[in-house]
């Protein structure tokens, strides 16, 4: 093609006449944006500009002022940005109010990490001291940070949880709630760090490979046995990871569609009669031959029952660690699979968040026995009152096969959840929480609750009857 074709072909193109460079020069480019953003006053102008048009309000969750912002933080912040700014486009009054949670554990840690070896002399008050200057310091550092990557906000006022305005509207609120019978105190289970000794949330946790026990554990069925066993006796056996938290059982799940077989197995040690779910009862004899090949001679099904049956018979068993001597009960929960395990469900309403929901609902006790420690306080048996529960582990398999209730053993590694700051594994544990109801009914009428309140404002469908009218 020759030269003049060549133009003639470009002289044909129809492109976009612009001024823009070709280069970016986006470092040099991005600032003085910006800086013309903050001459022009446009965060205020543009809410002059949308004044009277239907509110759009994002609440904004804070991040926490405890450091520079990280991945997490800026994603975060930059797609919410994103939410308003479309919003605000598309002809709503959409204003962002950024803040910051200036409290807790976090930026707690962090003082005490610099503080070092000083940390132990220092006094509660300038602890508190230090926390709120390093605070206040990286609150003004990360909204500059949040402004570079384009942010638009109410920089100039956020809100600021260590604010005494901010927290005089917390205690007036929450004093609203007291009032109206709505705040109340409960033991719930919760992830727990015993190296800081302090609950985590989901967020804070790791993901790391642990080797754990995991145990196949029998319970004697001590009353009405015959309801499930021709013989008339049987055990209940359970699957667990955590033998630690085997002395803290108040009862066993089942599910209640599930069907369950009465199976009796010819051992070298005599003939024993077990319960477990019909659907496992292959792949746990299979796991049994393979750890005990000697052991197990035979097996077969002499009954068998579904989930509710069982329940509905009354039939309760006995703990192989509590002592006292009492039954235990049978429940039935939705979550049984047989995915793994043997279908019945060691249930420790301490030490599980399935475990606890199942208590509240069949009324069992919610039963911690460890304390922030990670020690047994002095309602289990003296053999294991102070013991460590990763210490408790061998110890408690040791005792259950004193009492012939371990039926096999084996280490397995899994994916456990450990403490982000100081890497070691987690708990469950169950600890004093306050909660504020919001199933309860309220208001001047009494006759709705706050998520009815709530879910009737979403849906436009409600007057603002929040607490603050009660």
């Known amino acids: ?138 609150v003004s550092l990360q909204a500059q940070q949040f402004k570079r990557l384009g942010v638009l906000g109410d920089f100039d006022k956020p809100y600021i949880t260590m604010n005494p305005n901010y927290e005089a509207d917390v205690l007036e609120v929450f004093a609203r709630l007291v009032e109206h019978n709505l705040v109340y105190r409960q033991l719930k289970p919760v992830h727990w760090s015993i190296e800081n000794q302090t609950a985590l949330a989901d967020a804070e946790l790791e993901y790391h490979d642990k080797q754990d026990p995991s145990v196949y554990v029998t319970f004697n069925v001590s009353r009405n046995a015959s309801a499930i066993s021709p013989s008339g006796s049987a055990a209940l056996m359970i699957w667990t990871t955590t033998p630690w938290t085997l002395p803290a059982n108040v009862a066993i799940a089942v599910h209640p569609d599930l069907e369950y077989a009465t199976v009796e197995a010819t051992t070298t040690d005599g003939t024993v009669t077990w319960v477990l779910a019909q659907a496992r009862l292959e792949a746990v004899m299979n796991t049994i031959k393979a750890k005990r090949p000697d052991w197990l001679i035979s097996y077969k099904t002499v009954k068998t029952m579904t989930g509710r049956q069982i329940v509905d018979a009354g039939i309760a068993y006995a703990h192989v660690i509590a002592e006292g001597g009492r039954d235990y009960p049978i429940v039935t929960a939705d979550y049984v699979t047989i995915e793994d395990g043997t279908g019945l469900v060691h249930t420790a309403t301490g030490h599980g968040i399935e475990d606890y929901g199942t208590g509240l609902k069949n009324g069992l006790e919610i039963y911690c026995p460890v304390k922030a420690n990670g020690t047994y306080d002095d309602t289990v048996p003296q053999w294991l009152r102070g013991v460590h529960v990763w210490k408790a582990n061998a110890m408690v398999i040791e005792h259950l096969q004193k009492i012939a209730a371990l039926v096999t053993q084996e280490t397995i ?58």
């Open 413 to 470: 590694t899994h994916s456990y959840p450990h403490d982000w700051r100081s890497r070691t594994p987690t708990i469950f544990r169950a600890t004093e929480q306050w909660f504020i109801s919001v199933d309860l009914p309220v208001g001047k009428k009494g006759e709705k609750s706050l998520r009815k309140m709530a879910m009737d404002l979403v849906a436009g469908t409600g007057e603002n009857e929040g607490v603050d009218t009660l």
């Open 1 to 138: 093609m020759s030269q003049n074709d060549k133009n003639a072909y470009k002289d044909s193109l129809n492109l976009p006449q612009t001024t823009f460079d070709m280069k970016a020069n986006l470092l040099q480019k991005e600032p003085a944006i910006q800086e013309q953003w903050n001459r022009q006053g446009l965060y205020d102008l543009i809410r002059r500009q949308r004044d009277g048009a239907p509110r759009y309000i994002l609440h904004d969750g804070p991040p926490y002022a405890n450091g520079n912002i990280h991945m997490g933080t800026a994603l975060n912040k930059v797609l919410k940005d994103i939410v308003v700014k479309t919003r605000t486009m598309s002809g709503f009054d959409a204003p962002y109010v950024p803040g910051w949670d200036c409290h807790g554990l976090p930026i707690e840690q962090k003082v005490m990490d610099e503080s070092k070896s000083k940390a132990a002399n220092v006094s509660a008050m300038d602890i508190r001291a230090k926390c709120r200057q390093y605070a206040e310091n990286f």
